[in-house]
């Protein structure tokens, strides 16, 4: 005869309960440990910067990665964040051996080492920050250049890019609006974006992000690419959230693919 199964003291329960609270506590502490060495590390391997828009702006930025690149990339951010949260994966192409730059947009002054931008707030003309950041950029050696851009970033690094068909290889954007107040990627603008395109959003969004990044894929010229994640993350939040990785992955392979560190050859 079977002996009867005893089941678990409650006490004991309990302290099986405690204890996985407590080490998926300290793991969590480990975690937020590390990513701020990885930061404070990425900080001090960086330079503040400052360079003025054509329009007469003072913009703050930062520079990540080898000063002899021949690949750069510029970061524009979202709002309402600034620069700052575009740091960590700023040293993650940093070690993938780009020069990447990251700036606040006109009248984003944060302070610190997320520096202060001036003048007025006025995303109707951020797409001009994006061409100074991307002057800036090309004067201090990369050749070759990639424009990323979150939310209204994403949208002001295509309007830049449609200035410049000729001299932006790679462009990507997360959660990017078709227009959003007095700044609008339409099909004429998107039919002067020569680059390689890469359209990025959460399903989940909102905002309606997947719809808009539909919408900027379907009014673009080749190379191009659409992909939507199952999450309800916008902006830079996708680089950190529940697809994180995958979406981190999947803008490295592209920008290696349309963007690569090293200069193709020339052949013989």
Not at 178 to 199: C, H, Q, R, S, Y
Not at 226 to 254: C, K, M, P, Y
Request: one cysteine or more; glycine letters at 8%.
């Amino acid at each position: 005869m079977r002996a009867p199964v005893r089941s678990r003291p409650p006490r004991l329960a309990a302290r099986v309960v405690v204890a996985v609270i407590a080490v998926a506590a300290v793991s969590t502490s480990v975690s937020c440990n590390q990513a701020n060495e990885i930061r404070t590390q990425a900080l001090q391997d960086s330079e503040a910067i400052t360079f003025t828009t054509s329009d007469g702006v003072r913009l703050a930025g930062r520079l990540f990665g080898p000063d002899t690149a021949t690949a750069g990339v510029v970061l524009a951010h979202m709002l309402p964040s600034d620069q700052s949260s575009w740091f960590d994966f700023a040293d993650r192409l940093a070690r993938d051996g780009y020069r990447v730059l990251t700036f606040d947009f006109r009248g984003y002054c944060p302070g610190g080492d997320a520096g202060c931008s001036k003048g007025q707030k006025d995303i109707a003309s951020i797409w001009k920050d994006v061409l100074a950041a991307e002057a800036y950029l090309h004067d201090q050696g990369p050749t070759r250049l990639g424009l990323i851009g979150a939310s209204m970033g994403g949208t002001a690094s295509l309007v830049a890019a449609s200035k410049q068909p000729d001299g932006i290889e790679a462009a990507i954007t997360l959660s990017a609006p078709v227009t959003i107040e007095g700044l609008t990627a339409g099909p004429d603008v998107m039919a002067l974006v020569a680059a390689a395109k890469l359209f990025i959003a959460g399903d989940e969004d909102p905002t309606g992000a997947a719809a808009s990044a539909q919408q900027l894929y379907d009014e673009s010229l080749q190379p191009k690419r659409v992909q939507t994640f199952t999450t309800a993350d916008h902006g830079t939040d996708l680089l950190s959230g529940n697809q994180g990785e995958q979406v981190r992955s999947l803008i490295q392979t592209w920008l290696a693919q349309y963007l690569p560190t090293a200069a193709p050859s020339a052949g013989p």
